[in-house]
């Protein structure tokens, strides 16, 4: 009886002391989307649409950077958004990635990307067809420990034989 009380007790502290992350919902999703869909509209570019798969990677690797406090394209393996993308079962012809920390708002972080001039021409890319986001907000980032708001957007053209 004892060792269970002292198992439950350290189940407890371990899931207690794990830093407290939220992930994007649907309409974080949503939001982000339509203002970059906005952008691509102002440029007569046609919208592009959430993609689950995308969307799976985006997610991921959006709970990557933020259990490591990072801001990069490379994940904890090593891998890239290429790899990404296929190991969520996203066979590309195109497969593009903006990343971004701090910005509190939908709206600051599609602003922050489009004022990139390395980011602008990835959301503005007439041949990308999907996209998957990812968010997450880390509630025990502060001042010189993290960024609190951790984006990431994946944008592809699935490759011809999956295309819809």
Known sequence: MRS???????????????????????AIATELLNL??????????????????????????????????????????????????????????IAEEAVAAGQKSCVEVVAAWLASPSHRPLLLDKAVRDAGIGYVFRADDGPGRGYRHYWVIDLGLAAPAERR
């Open 36 to 93: 970059v869909n906005a952008a691509r509209a102002k440029e007569a570019l046609a919208p592009i649409a959430l993609e689950p798969r995308l969307t799976e990677a985006a997610q991921r690797f959006a709970e990557d950077l933020a259990a490591r406090r990072a801001l990069s394209h490379t994940d904890r393996r090593g891998g890239r958004p290429p790899e990404r993308f296929l190991n969520a079962g996203y066979r590309y012809a």
């Open 4 to 26: 269970l009380f002292l198992a439950a007790l350290v189940i407890t502290t371990l899931v207690a002391s794990e830093p407290r992350m939220e992930a994007a919902d649907a």
